[in-house]
């Protein structure tokens, strides 16, 4: 029988550089990338509900919730548990955390009812690590472009709300999370990066 695969995840407000960084975490140790939203032909359907601009369409945070958690569960089902249980490792660009993160901190929506939510539309999966990619947001201004996705375009005490949340997840479960200052360059986040999440992955 395998033996289950590690599930990783990166995390973090945008512009941290988590895309880059678990691209190259991945690599670095032969595991599935994937991505939420997103993942499965029906997790990016509503990835591009959820994030492209619609000035006919007003969503509303409950309605954003439930979207994040539809895309999540064919994720898990679909892609994230059959690869763990095949012995191999996954590593993710958001999860759980993310939907606490913006819609809980963020959209002000009560956090244990979007942590039931979440725990339900992830049948319970928890990630073994949660890569915390730390940044201010005078730094994250300064390397977004223009013409974000509806989420990134929000305004800046929405983005403080979102980072709060974060940093007080990390803080509540040090033994899950690992933060990194992400505010340096690529090579130095993810020098920093291996030397903290490979040796939690034992053989």
Not at 70 to 83: G, T
Not at 111 to 122: C, K, L, Q, R, T
Not at 126 to 153: F, H, M, N, Q, W
């Given at each position: 029988?395998?033996?289950?695969?590690?599930?990783?995840?990166?995390?973090?407000?945008?512009?941290?550089?988590?895309?880059?960084?678990a691209?190259?975490f991945?690599?670095?140790?032969?595991?599935?990338?994937t991505?939420e939203?997103?993942?499965?032909?029906?997790g990016?359907?509503i990835?591009?509900?959820?994030?492209?601009p619609?000035?006919?369409?007003?969503?509303?945070?409950?309605?954003?919730?439930?979207?994040?958690?539809?895309?999540?569960?064919q994720?898990?089902?679909?892609?994230?548990?059959?690869?763990?249980?095949?012995?191999?490792n996954?590593?993710?660009?958001?999860?759980?955390?993310?939907?606490l993160?913006?819609?809980?901190?963020?959209r002000?929506l009560?956090?244990d009812?979007?942590e039931?939510?979440?725990g339900?539309?992830?049948?319970?999966?928890?990630?073994?690590?949660?890569?915390?990619?730390?940044?201010?947001?005078?730094?994250?201004?300064?390397?977004k472009?223009?013409?974000g996705?509806?989420?990134?375009?929000?305004g800046?005490?929405?983005?403080?709300?979102?980072?709060?949340?974060?940093r007080?997840?990390?803080?509540?479960?040090?033994?899950?999370?690992?933060?990194?200052?992400?505010?340096?360059?690529?090579?130095?986040?993810?020098?920093?990066?291996?030397?903290?999440?490979?040796?939690?992955?034992?053989?």
């Amino acid at each position: 029988m395998n033996k289950r695969g590690k599930f990783i995840v990166f995390e973090g407000g945008d512009a941290a550089g988590k895309s880059t960084q678990a691209e190259l975490f991945a690599a670095k140790v032969n595991a599935l990338l994937t991505r939420e939203p997103g993942g499965t032909k029906l997790g990016e359907r509503i990835r591009s509900l959820l994030l492209v601009p619609d000035g006919d369409v007003l969503l509303m945070p409950k309605a954003e919730l439930f979207l994040m958690a539809a895309a999540r569960a064919q994720h898990v089902k679909e892609v994230i548990e059959p690869a763990l249980e095949q012995g191999r490792n996954v590593v993710c660009d958001r999860y759980s955390a993310s939907t606490l993160a913006y819609q809980g901190f963020g959209r002000r929506l009560p956090i244990d009812e979007v942590e039931e939510v979440v725990g339900f539309a992830s049948y319970g999966l928890e990630p073994d690590i949660y890569v915390l990619l730390d940044i201010s947001l005078e730094v994250a201004l300064t390397r977004k472009s223009l013409g974000g996705d509806r989420i990134e375009d929000e305004g800046q005490s929405f983005h403080e709300r979102v980072l709060e949340g974060f940093r007080r997840l990390a803080s509540d479960n040090p033994a899950s999370w690992v933060v990194v200052d992400a505010s340096r360059s690529i090579a130095e986040t993810a020098e920093t990066v291996n030397s903290l999440v490979l040796p939690r992955l034992g053989d």
